[in-house]
């Protein structure tokens, strides 16, 4: 079972990322789905998730109407479309499947993880 994440780069404040996160091995259609980022020398945070079937979404306070959290259960793949890119978004971000169909905020709640893709905003 994987989770690959991409679609990280380096940008400007500003702009417009849309990272990805193909799963294999195994569907995820039943289990709620999150990102999350860590900086270095930081805890991992909980930045968005979404119900097994897309019916609800979750964000934290800092990316709320900045980032969108999406999945296509029939190509198994997980996706944060992230507009307005400061330079405080500047972390490695993972994908991760919840072990429930609700997504937590918790790391903890999650049992499968991506391997992270690097997202640098500049300033």
């Known amino acids: 079972v994987q989770l690959q994440a991409y679609g990280g780069g380096l940008v400007q404040t500003g702009d417009s990322l849309r990272l990805s996160c193909a799963a294999s091995g195994r569907r995820f259609s039943n289990n709620g789905m999150g990102w999350f980022r860590q900086v270095p020398g930081e805890e991992r945070e909980f930045v968005a998730g979404i119900m097994w079937n897309g019916g609800r979404t979750y964000y934290a306070d800092s990316v709320k109407d900045r980032f969108t959290i999406s999945r296509d259960n029939s190509k198994n793949m997980l996706y944060l479309q992230m507009n307005s890119l400061k330079p405080e978004d500047t972390a490695v971000y993972y994908c991760?499947?919840?072990?429930?169909?609700?997504?937590?905020?918790?790391?903890?709640?999650?049992?499968?993880w991506g391997q992270g893709t690097l997202v640098t905003v500049s300033s």
């Open positions: 991760a499947a919840s072990r429930g169909a609700v997504p937590s905020r918790q790391s903890p709640d999650y049992n499968y």
